[in-house]
């Protein structure tokens, strides 16, 4: 025969139990509310940035070697589609990004290349993500990521691709650090499935100013 | 008349086949009229680095189309092992390779490396061609040409020949040979000396089989 004692300490289980799903579902509440203020803070004040110039040192760890690639360079950004990924080192390389297509030229070839997004689904794809990512349109980010707040101040975030997006094949997370002044992003750091990490620290960064348009062309140097 | 034609067309065709842009400076003729080609082999052995990290930019050019990357090679040329990176300029990783003795692992490669041919075994036979066994073995033959050195060795249906030349009588060229023909060949140029070790800075490798050609330069070496 149960007791009346051990039918107590059953109840008091529940009841704790209870209570502490019921404080759990209260706190993820609180981070949603949380998130989405900062998630609107952050739109708001990127939504500002019209153009902008910053160097950036990107860190490549592969998970089989015990040294990191790093790579120089500078990103240019023109709102709303145009932008220009530069590198200086090790070598010298440009990407630019139009509406419609993308143009690639590296010192070693001296050779430009032209791809035409419309014509390549599966790059216009990450080509819009990496927009998404520069710009700061992160809700536009949620429908393919669960969006964790790790601080407040300075801000971070976590982004955990969803299981059935195209995303999650490749990318374990994606944790976006920004300023203390939330204008720009500081560090984007990406976990890989495969145990890489890459690591993209934005330094010198200017907001709207002028930019030269000679950032836009791409041609052959002649030597 | 007509030994003029077959004369201008015989220099089209060698330039069409060889005459390929060799983006390297060339070693300077030297007579090796009073070299003993044994302490050319002993003193370059000395020279060479048996273990080392390396970061490369490649480019890969195959019938007018051209490729360019980062590669990063960690070489064990003693236990003949190797690890491979491919990255492109924008750091997103292309391939990942390791080769022990005759055996390459594919670990990671975007899919269209993987649609046409061998990958990994290409790969790993490139590598192999590069950096291992830029020594010829005892009891190889020798002979002299003005201003080179010319080790040859029988390996199967082929020939291996090493071709020491230059102010320091270094390996400048190893080509294999199949029928009188050469089916592929490495050519070393520019050493320079990194942690006390000599390092080419710049090869190229010609298959003539596959007709395709690939040119490393040097970024950094990691010892």
């Given at each position: 025969?149960?007791k009346?004692?051990?039918?107590f ?9 209870i ?5 759990e579902?209260d706190?993820e509440?609180k981070n949603?509310i ?6 609107s ?5 990127m939504?500002g940035?019209?153009t902008?110039?910053?160097g950036?040192v990107q ?11 790093v ?7 023109e709102?709303p589609?145009r932008?220009?990924?530069?590198v200086?080192?090790?070598l010298?390389y440009?990407m630019v990004?139009?509406?419609?297509t993308i143009?690639?030229?590296?010192e ?25 990512w520069f ?5 536009q980010l ?7 707040l790790?601080?407040?101040k ?7 691709p ?5 995303a999650a094949n490749?990318?374990k997370?994606v944790t976006v ?7 720009y ?6 976990e890989?499935?495969s145990?890489d ?8 960064t200017?907001?709207n ?11 052959p140097?002649v030597? | 008349?007509l030994k003029y034609f077959?004369a ?15 983006p390297?400076?060339k ?16 003193q370059?052995?000395l ?11 490649i ?16 070489v ?10 491919g990255?492109?300029?924008?750091g997103v990783?292309l ?6 003795k005759?055996?390459t692992?594919?670990k990671?490669?975007i899919?269209?490396f993987?649609?046409?041919g061998n990958f990994?075994?290409a790969?790993?036979?490139d590598?192999r ?12 033959k020798?002979y ?6 010319v080790?040859t ?6 020939i291996?020949?090493y ?5 320091d ?6 080509r294999?040979?199949?029928?009188n ?8 140029y520019?050493?320079?000396n990194?942690?006390g070790?000599?390092h ?9 089989k ?5 040119i ?7 010892s």
């Amino acid at each position: 025969m149960i007791k009346l004692s051990q039918i107590f300490i059953v109840l008091l289980i529940i009841l704790m139990s209870i209570s502490a799903i019921a404080q759990e579902t209260d706190t993820e509440a609180k981070n949603k509310i949380g998130l989405d203020k900062v998630l609107s803070r952050l739109e708001n004040k990127m939504s500002g940035i019209k153009t902008l110039k910053t160097g950036f040192v990107q860190e490549k760890e592969l998970a089989v070697f015990n040294n990191k690639i790093v790579l120089k360079g500078t990103v240019y950004i023109e709102k709303p589609y145009r932008l220009a990924w530069l590198v200086n080192k090790p070598l010298k390389y440009s990407m630019v990004m139009s509406e419609d297509t993308i143009s690639q030229w590296d010192e070693d070839t001296n050779k430009v290349q032209k791809i035409s997004l419309s014509k390549n689904p599966a790059f216009e794809a990450v080509i819009g993500q990496m927009r998404e990512w520069f710009s700061g349109t992160y809700t536009q980010l949620m429908k393919e990521y669960n969006v964790i707040l790790l601080s407040d101040k300075p801000v971070s975030l976590k982004f955990v691709p969803k299981p059935a997006s195209f995303a999650a094949n490749v990318i374990k997370s994606v944790t976006v650090d920004f300023r203390k002044d939330e204008q720009y992003i500081n560090k984007i750091l990406i976990e890989e499935k495969s145990g890489d990490t890459t690591s993209l620290l934005f330094v010198d960064t200017h907001l709207n100013i002028p930019i030269d348009p000679a950032v836009w062309r791409v041609a052959p140097i002649v030597r | 008349m007509l030994k003029y034609f077959f004369a201008i067309t015989g220099i089209i065709l060698l330039c069409l086949n060889g005459c390929s842009a060799i983006p390297f400076k060339k070693a300077i003729p030297v007579s090796v009229e009073n070299v003993d080609p044994e302490i050319v082999k002993e003193q370059f052995a000395l020279k060479m680095a048996d273990k080392f990290q390396i970061i490369n930019t490649i480019v890969f050019e195959y019938k007018g189309q051209t490729l360019s990357f980062i590669g990063y090679s960690d070489v064990d040329t003693k236990e003949k092992i190797f690890t491979v990176a491919g990255i492109n300029p924008v750091g997103v990783k292309l391939f990942e390779l390791m080769g022990e003795k005759d055996k390459t692992v594919l670990k990671f490669a975007i899919e269209d490396f993987t649609k046409k041919g061998n990958f990994t075994e290409a790969v790993g036979g490139d590598i192999r061609k590069i950096f291992f066994d830029r020594l010829p073995e005892t009891g190889a033959k020798v002979y002299k040409k003005k201003n080179e050195i010319v080790f040859t060795q029988n390996e199967g249906d082929s020939i291996i020949e090493y071709v020491f030349a230059g102010q320091d009588n270094l390996l400048v060229e190893k080509r294999c040979l199949v029928d009188n023909k050469t089916v592929w060949s490495v050519n070393y140029y520019e050493y320079t000396n990194k942690n006390g070790k000599l390092h080419p800075l710049g090869i190229i490798l010609n298959n003539f089989k596959y007709g395709y050609r690939l040119i490393l330069r040097l970024k950094e070496v990691r010892s």
